[in-house]
């Protein structure tokens, strides 16, 4: 069948993914190294963008929507099955969305751990450690270690499966999260124009929320 290209990931999709790339690596780099000043201003930058994709999930095109891939079991079971036309939408397919939903949960509740950990008389402090006693930063801080290599592990089945795309089944799914193309049916549509005013709307959010808790999440009256 006659495909052509067309464009299946908008601009903020691309550039948050590959930004996670970036700053995940760097955020173990800055703790195994003990750089505490850069971990915690990496991890609010990771903060706001999180922040963005999320509302970017209510907000943005079409393949960027939540209400777009996440679907129930029934679904899910159906493409293993392989009872799931795949060459005929564009977007995360079923079981993708698992992946995306429980990436971006993890690097969330990473992020908020983070947020709480540390010990405020000997070292780093996340901005929302005065917020609790010393006993559940403790906790939170152990944890956040730990949690570490949940997220690790869900990154590596993540490449895992993108590589499984690639050599089983010649399916190159890294050139359209660079491009934001990638080839359909003819009949296929690509995503719409980007939203330029919604993609502003949800940074300004986003900055914001990341900027009032890097402040120590200040009452706001
Ligand atoms: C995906 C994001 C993050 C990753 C992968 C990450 C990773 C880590 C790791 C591996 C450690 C343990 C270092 C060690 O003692 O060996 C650590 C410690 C710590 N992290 Fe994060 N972190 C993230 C986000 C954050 C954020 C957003 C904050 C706060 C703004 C934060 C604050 C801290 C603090 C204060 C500690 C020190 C705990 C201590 O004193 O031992 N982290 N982080
Ligand atoms: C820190 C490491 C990584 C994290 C946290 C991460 C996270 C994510 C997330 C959250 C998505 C969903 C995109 C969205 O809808 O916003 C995604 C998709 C994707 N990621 Fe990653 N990723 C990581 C590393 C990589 C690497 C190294 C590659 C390339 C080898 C890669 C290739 C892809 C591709 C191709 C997709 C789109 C999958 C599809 O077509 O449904 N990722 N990733």
Redo the contacts with the bound molecule.
Sequence with gaps: MATRPVR??DLP?RL??WS??V???AMWFTAENSHWGWHTRLGHVLLGLILF?IL??FLGTS??RFSS?VRGPRRILAYLRGGYAEDRQI???PL??L??IA??GV?LAQIGMGLFAGDPYDGATGPLNPLVGVMTADTLTDWHEAFFYV?AGL?GV??LA??F?AVLRMDD??G??ITGKREAAADIDGIGAMKWGRAAVCAAIAAAAALWIWFGAPPLT
């Design positions: 299946v990931w999709v948050t993914h996670f790339v700053l995940v690596p994709r970017w999930g393949t960027a891939f977007g995360h397919n993708g969305a992946a995306v990436l971006l690097m997220v990154i993540h490449i993108i590589g795309y799914l890294v359209p999260m």
